[in-house]
């Protein structure tokens, strides 16, 4: 089963279709759920599912607040995702759950906190659409995380079916 495990931001969904609804024409997908994503783990035995829920179990954290800030993308060149950017408050909790798989999966490189609101699948001119997007207005919101989850991820062609496997607290 395909996994990832991520943090809920939906508290802010009217925020982020806003925000969608403003981004420069091109061809593309908007998420209709939004969350950051602490870790991707992919295609999982079924086998390991078990030892998995069990070490994200043992982490302890205090709910803390974690701010999204400005629109980016990750490069011009291969301008694939439009995202919100969202401050380290949230790089404690993905680098505890780094430490807790380390012994099944891969640390992360290079953790950059962002919730997606576009997938870019064509745009015509790049400058002119990273310029557009540029002028767009965000404002500093604040998101209260006292939780995150394990989620199944199954893709159809509609987009991605999430289901939440566990919720640890």
Known sequence: MR??????????????TGLQKQLPEAKSTLPKDFHLTLKFLGEVEDSKVDKIREALRKIKFKP??????KIGYFTPKFLKVVFVEVDNAISKLQSDIDTKLEAMFKKESNFHPHLTIARIKFVNDKKKYIE?????????KSVKISSFQLIK?????EGPIYEVVEEYK
């Open 3 to 16: 996994l990832f495990i991520a943090a809920d931001f939906n508290e802010l969904k009217d925020y982020f």
């Open 64 to 69: 803390f607040e974690a701010k999204v800030t």
């Open 132 to 140: 557009a997007l540029n002028k767009i207005k965000t404002e500093a």
């Open 153 to 157: 991820s199954t893709l159809t062609p």
